[in-house]
C-alpha cells in the first residue's frame, strides 16, 4: 500500500477514508472548531491533508493516519501570533536524566500522546479553512473553522501545548 497522491485518489480507498473520518471525528469530539462566517479584516489560514503509514513489526501495516495540518508558514508575525515557542531538550540533559535514574534505580516510562497538539487552548482569534473535500453538510460553504484549540502547523502549537501540560501537571502535585 502507498500514500495516496490526491484527495479523490484517498477518499477512493475505504481505509483511507476512514483514518479521515477518524481525525475530523476526533478535532470535532475535542472542540477544535466551530465554524462561523469570517469576519471582516480577518485573516485566514489554509490546511491540507498529510498522510502516513504505521508500520508495525515485520512490516505489517499496523495503522493508516490522516492528520489536518494548518498552513502556518503564511502566518503574520504580530497579525495571527506575536510569540512562538520550541521544546527541545538537549541531549546532554537526556543523557544525564537517563544516568541519575539508572543510578537511583528509578522507573523510566516513555509517553506518546496521540494528537498532542489538539489539546493545547490557543489564545488567538484564528480563522482556517475548512478541511479539503470535509465541507460541513447542509452549512455555508462560505463557513470557516475559528479554532478554539491548536492544530499541527500552526506558529503557536507548542507554546499552546505545554501550556496546558504545565497546568494541569501543576494541578496534580
Known amino acids: 500500500m502507498s500514500i495516496p497522491k490526491t484527495i479523490s485518489g484517498t477518499l477512493a480507498h475505504p481505509s483511507w477514508r476512514q483514518a479521515m473520518l ?5 478535532l470535532q469530539n475535542s472542540g477544535t472548531w466551530k465554524l ?7 485573516f485566514i489560514l489554509g490546511c491540507r491533508w498529510i498522510f502516513a503509514i504505521n508500520v508495525g513489526p515485520n512490516d ?15 502566518q503574520i508575525f504580530s ?4 510569540v512562538t515557542f520550541s521544546l ?3 541531549m546532554s540533559f537526556v543523557c544525564l536524566f ?4 539508572t543510578l537511583q534505580k528509578w522507573s523510566l516510562y516513555q509517553l506518546d500522546v496521540k494528537n498532542v497538539f489538539p489539546n493545547g487552548d490557543l489564545e488567538e482569534e484564528i480563522y482556517m479553512k475548512q478541511p479539503p473535500s470535509f465541507f460541513a453538510q447542509g452549512e455555508s460553504s462560505e463557513l470557516v473553522c475559528r479554532l ?3 492544530l499541527y502547523g500552526l506558529k503557536q502549537s507548542p507554546r499552546a501545548w505545554i501550556e496546558k501540560f504545565n497546568s494541569v501537571f501543576n494541578n496534580l502535585v
Open 98 to 101: 537517563i544516568a541519575m535514574t
Open 22 to 26: 477518524h481525525e475530523i471525528s476526533a
Open 148 to 150: 478554539h484549540k491548536s
Open 60 to 74: 505489517i501495516i499496523d495503522r493508516l493516519k490522516a492528520r489536518i495540518v494548518a498552513k502556518g508558514y503564511t
Open 79 to 82: 497579525l495571527g501570533h506575536c
Open 88 to 90: 527541545v531538550a538537549k
Open 36 to 42: 462561523v462566517l469570517l469576519p471582516s479584516r480577518k
